[in-house]
């Protein structure tokens, strides 16, 4: 008869709270510099010179059709071969940021060519220039409709850092891989992982669909909030 023993895995709570906050400030900070890097792709694809775009949609095909952990291994088992060593938290962060960019800047592109024309052209006939038409007229009402599609985004890449374990950086997958080497408690200790993943996914995406209308571009130049 199979005995499942959760209080040997729970008893190990100090370090799967580690874990769980690793992976929430490593997230937080690949989201905030992943999106920057996704609306600058987006305004290259949508507005910027024919040579850049084609350079920005050379990396988002590469990055969207290759493996997250290919990408992760590649910055940090290949770049050491090129001279550069970084550690598993840098690696992870840079491996995040990089994906999360490449896809977010899809998504805002389709919010960017989603404006009206006519309201571009109004702006620019109160003698605003590109760069304010970009920032007060199109990116806020862009974001606020693609805003749901971000959202999932950030956390499938917060959810994809679980394989950033693989190079021991310590988020929530290394902090179970971790207990249940020294309890042989696998079942038990995944099971756990698993729901304190979907409780960040729920409150991630709870927390992010409040913060965008309020705080992010609820907030923007010409919202209209």
């Given at each position: 008869m199979i005995e499942l023993d959760f209080l040997a895995v729970l008893a190990e709570w100090p370090a799967l709270l580690r874990g769980a906050?690793?992976?929430?400030?490593?997230?937080?900070?690949?989201?905030v510099i992943g999106v920057a890097l996704g609306i600058a792709?987006?305004?290259?694809?949508?507005?910027?010179?024919?040579?850049?775009?084609?350079?920005?949609a050379t990396y988002v095909e590469l990055i969207r059709n290759t493996p997250f952990i290919v990408q992760l291994f590649f910055i940090f088992f290949g770049l050491p071969s090129l001279g550069l060593r970084l550690s598993p938290e840098v690696s992870s962060v840079i491996a995040m940021v990089v994906n999360l960019g490449a896809y977010a800047g899809e998504i805002v592109r389709a919010g960017i060519e989603g404006t009206p024309r006519g309201q571009i052209e109004a702006a620019r006939s109160l003698?605003?220039?590109?760069?304010?038409?970009?920032?007060?007229?199109?990116?806020?009402?862009?974001l606020g409709r693609v805003w749901p599609?971000?959202?999932?985004?950030?956390?499938?890449v917060m959810l994809g850092s679980a394989v950033c374990g693989q190079i021991s950086a310590q988020e929530l997958s290394y902090a179970?891989?971790?207990?249940?080497?020294?309890?042989?408690?696998?079942?038990?200790?995944?099971?756990?992982?698993?729901?304190?993943y979907l409780l960040l996914a729920i409150g991630v995406r709870q927390a992010l669909n409040w913060l965008g209308p309020r705080w992010i571009f609820g907030r923007m130049p010409g919202s209209g909030r």
């Open positions: 906050a690793f992976t929430l400030g490593l997230s937080a900070f690949a989201a792709c987006g305004w290259v694809r949508a507005w910027g010179p024919k040579p850049l775009a084609w350079g920005v003698a605003l220039d590109e760069a304010q038409v970009f920032i007060r007229v199109v990116l806020p009402p862009s599609a971000l959202v999932s985004q950030i956390v499938i179970a891989n971790l207990i249940q080497s020294r309890n042989f408690r696998a079942f038990e200790a995944y099971l756990i992982a698993a729901g304190i």
